[in-house]
């Protein structure tokens, strides 16, 4: 599965376990409508293994733990359980850690997908997957939201507000597991840390989180986006257009030589397949849904270089992701472009919506920008990229862009 993707379950019963190569500890929160627990018996982990229709299952250091979901007992005011990780040792983030997901038929066991959140860093927990309701049926969706402040900013976010109890002298003896955030009555002996789902957050501020994190959309109206951010193509609360068109422009260095670059939108489906790709030699792909304006051999010329147009409303089904990429095809390197950017605009009207500058580059000759993914609700999230590769040609950036969905 990629971000955002879907799949419907075949099995009532379905368990997710989350495996990576440090131990993590995993924990299930069941949600109502508006995204929030109900109370702090909504909070399923190793203190507090079972809940109405999710149980938490250890795998005692020697296997994944688990969140397993019965359907058919879960409350009809719960609409979905979010599943997340974090790992076991305290201050561990998941830079160079790939936890994958695997969600399986509670029963027999059988795989149904499995998923491996994409370029993980600074996070100390993450929101992995969710098992939700929608017109009867449940589904799974991957989701790999990360966030820099640990359990507590998962917490905060679903309504369970994470309070610090006062510093106490280290226990003669090192404690197995360090302790997420523990659903009991302020009469109850306060641990570490204590969370009451409702109550007022505390006045100290969360560690930072990343530069360029976190998610924004167009309410107030066009976006420069950094690195790593993401924009919801939503603006007032509905999906903004249907139509986008992605160009590209660059100019040669340092008033160096006519440099050929050559813009691509690679498309893939929910399992990270290829469909298929568009650029100066395919011009038009899926339909007639995305279209190339040709090679521009130079990079002359003010204004865009290469644009793509993207249909979203004729987008087939199976196509939950795009990337694009930009190859120098004559071989020079990045370092000898200047002025890359991308932005998307407007099909209809050509105002420009979002704006992402390269404002650093590295000696490689092949580029991905920037990716559009399809979120289960059928709305449209872009993500500036700027991760350089080897590759000078687009079927060179199939198998990278893949990886980085």
Known sequence: MTPGSNIPLSAARVAVDVSAPVRLDVSGLLLTAHG????????IFYNQPSGPGVTYRSGGGTA????????????????RIVVTASPDAAGQTFQGIEPTATIR???????????TPPRLGAETALVVVEVYRRGGAWKARAVGQGYANGLAGIATDFGVTVEEAPATPPAPEPQPRSQPPVAQSASSTAPPERARAGATPPPAAPPAAPPASGKINLDKGRVSLQKNQTVSLVKGGRPLLSQVKMGLGWEPAYRGKDIDLDAS?????????????????????????????????TGEGAGDDEVITVDLGRLPADATGLVFTVNSFSGQKFTQVAKAYCRLLDAATGEELVRFDLTS?????????????????????????????????????????????
Request: net charge negative; charged share 20%.
């Open 105 to 115: 038929d509670a029963a027999t066991g059988a795989v149904l997908a499995t998923f």
């Open 361 to 405: 580059a590295e000696p490689q000759t092949g580029v991905m920008m920037c990716k559009l993914i399809r979120q289960f609700s059928g709305e449209w999230e872009m993500t500036a990229m700027g991760s350089f590769v080897k590759a000078r040609t687009v079927r060179d950036m199939v198998r990278p862009s893949a990886a980085a969905l």
């Open 36 to 43: 929030k627990v109900r109370s702090d018996d909504d909070f």
């Open 64 to 79: 994944s733990d688990a969140i397993t979901v019965d359907t058919a007992a879960v409350p009809a005011d719960i609409e």
């Open 265 to 297: 939108v690679i498309a893939y489906g929910p399992q990270r397949n290829h469909l298929d790709s568009c650029y100066f030699g395919k011009l038009t792909i899926l339909g007639g849904a995305i279209r190339h304006s040709g090679d521009n051999l």
